[in-house]
């Protein structure tokens, strides 16, 4: 007001309020989500040693997993491309096309269960699902078995990794030492995990004006915990149907697991961490701006309407959650042997 001055009191209680404000929003997330730990968590029943991290950096990497030797677990779940690899759906044995998109890997040792309908209790029980889809990978436990067996290179690893086991080369191995290096995926320090362990110039005003945008309107009902979601199983379309293109009529999610009418269009909620860099979202991965997709969220899941302001600040926090990425230096793979089986193509 021109011409008048503040009272010094009132300055102080604005200025009071605005750091309340602030404080407010930061417990509250704090009661909400929590950092990614640097150190990746213990397997049970899968101890890690270093030998067979290294076994399982060396599987993830190697396509003889699949029968054709041309697809390995990198192919869909990319270390340098935030753990996916960016398409609608995984292109598989053959070049067939996969019936969902490509979950991250990054931080999924978090989720309360594995792939979109939880079908997968754990890591290692996720490792043996692609190898066997003739979708994706198109091979047979006992002839993965073989194939390693008949690569020397690969003897002496299992043995160090599996100790005191007669025949270490099992299939149940295999996934084990997946698991255990998958566990190893995480990305910590994130600005947000930055922000949660007391750093309020983490975020942006934008950014927590997202953030309280993120927790005022109810999206921390599916997205909450460690992983920010993959906490639980939710219906697509609460509220409202996002329609066929967005979620396909054929593909009722975790009813096909359960075959329990309530669970038709129910998913896991997808972790929210790295969300800006591992787009198209959604199980069908047909939405490719996430400012989109938060729209989308509103009316299906909320039944509100998100404004454009409010969509991009919401965006602007979900940027927050993308932390460091790890880096994984692609192994020199043991070479075959005279008796390897040869490559299935067709």
Same mark, same amino acid.
């Given at each position: =007001?021109?011409?008048?001055?503040?009272?010094?009191? +009132?300055?102080?209680?604005?200025?009071?309020?605005?750091?309340?404000?602030?404080?407010?929003?930061?417990?509250?997330?704090?009661?909400?989500?929590?950092?990614?730990?640097?150190?990746?968590?213990?397997?049970?029943?899968?101890?890690?040693?270093?030998?067979?991290?290294?076994?399982?950096?060396?599987?993830?990497?190697?396509?003889?997993?699949?029968?054709?030797?041309?697809?390995?677990?990198?192919?869909?779940?990319?270390?340098?491309?935030?753990?996916?690899?960016?398409?609608?759906?995984?292109?598989?044995?053959?070049?067939?096309?996969? /019936?969902?998109?490509?979950?991250?890997?990054?931080?999924?040792?978090?989720?309360?269960?594995?792939?979109?309908?939880?079908?997968?209790?754990?890591?290692?029980?996720?490792?043996?699902?692609?190898?066997?889809?003739?979708?994706? =990978?198109?091979?047979?436990?006992?002839?993965?078995?073989?194939?390693?067996?008949?690569?020397?290179?690969?003897?002496?690893?299992?043995?160090?990794?599996? /100790?005191?086991?007669?025949?270490?080369? @099992?299939?149940?191995?295999?996934?084990?030492?997946?698991?255990?290096?998958?566990?190893?995926?995480?990305?910590?320090?994130?600005?947000?995990?930055?922000?949660?362990?007391?750093?309020?110039?983490?975020?942006?005003?934008?950014?927590?004006?997202?953030? @309280?945008?993120?927790?005022?309107?109810?999206?921390?009902?599916?997205?909450?915990?460690?992983?920010?979601?993959?906490?639980?199983?939710?219906?697509?379309?609460?509220?409202?149907?996002?329609?066929?293109?967005?979620?396909? #009529?054929?593909?009722?999610?975790?009813?096909?697991?359960?075959?329990?009418?309530?669970?038709?269009? #129910?998913?896991?909620?997808?972790?929210?961490?790295?969300?800006?860099?591992?787009?198209?979202?959604?199980?069908?991965?047909?939405?490719?701006?996430?400012?989109?997709?938060?729209?989308? =969220?509103?009316?299906?899941?909320?039944?509100?309407?998100?404004?454009?302001?409010?969509?991009?600040?919401?965006?602007?926090?979900?940027?927050? +959650?993308?932390?460091?990425?790890?880096? #994984? =230096?692609? *192994?020199?793979? *043991?070479?075959?042997?005279?008796?390897?089986?040869?490559? #299935?193509?067709?």
């Amino acid at each position: =007001m021109k011409g008048k001055t503040i009272p010094l009191i +009132l300055i102080l209680g604005l200025a009071a309020g605005a750091a309340w404000g602030k404080e407010d929003v930061m417990n509250r997330a704090r009661g909400i989500f929590k950092p990614i730990p640097a150190k990746a968590p213990a397997m049970k029943d899968n101890p890690a040693n270093p030998a067979r991290v290294e076994l399982g950096r060396m599987l993830y990497f190697d396509p003889r997993l699949s029968a054709s030797h041309l697809i390995s677990c990198n192919t869909c779940h990319n270390v340098g491309l935030g753990g996916t690899d960016l398409l609608e759906t995984s292109i598989g044995h053959g070049w067939q096309k996969g /019936p969902r998109n490509s979950p991250t890997v990054l931080n999924a040792v978090y989720n309360i269960a594995q792939f979109w309908d939880g079908r997968a209790e754990d890591l290692a029980a996720q490792a043996k699902g692609p190898v066997q889809a003739s979708v994706e =990978m198109n091979n047979k436990p006992e002839n993965l078995v073989a194939t390693l067996k008949s690569i020397p290179g690969y003897i002496p690893i299992f043995k160090k990794s599996f /100790p005191g086991e007669a025949d270490p080369v @099992t299939f149940d191995n295999v996934a084990k030492a997946i698991e255990v290096f998958e566990a190893t995926l995480v990305t910590p320090d994130a600005p947000f995990d930055k922000y949660l362990k007391g750093n309020r110039k983490a975020l942006s005003a934008a950014e927590e004006q997202g953030l @309280t945008l993120f927790l005022d309107k109810g999206c921390v009902a599916c997205h909450s915990g460690i992983n920010v979601g993959g906490t639980g199983y939710f219906p697509f379309g609460v509220k409202e149907d996002p329609g066929p293109e967005i979620r396909p #009529v054929d593909d009722t999610g975790r009813y096909k697991v359960t075959s329990t009418a309530a669970d038709k269009y #129910v998913f896991r909620s997808p972790s929210l961490r790295n969300v800006a860099i591992t787009m198209p979202y959604f199980h069908s991965g047909k939405v490719w701006n996430l400012n989109d997709a938060v729209k989308i =969220m509103g009316s299906a899941q909320l039944g509100i309407k998100i404004t454009d302001d409010d969509a991009a600040k919401i965006t602007s926090f979900l940027t927050t +959650l993308t932390g460091k990425q790890p880096k #994984v =230096m692609h *192994p020199v793979l *043991p070479p075959n042997s005279d008796t390897t089986p040869r490559p #299935v193509t067709n």
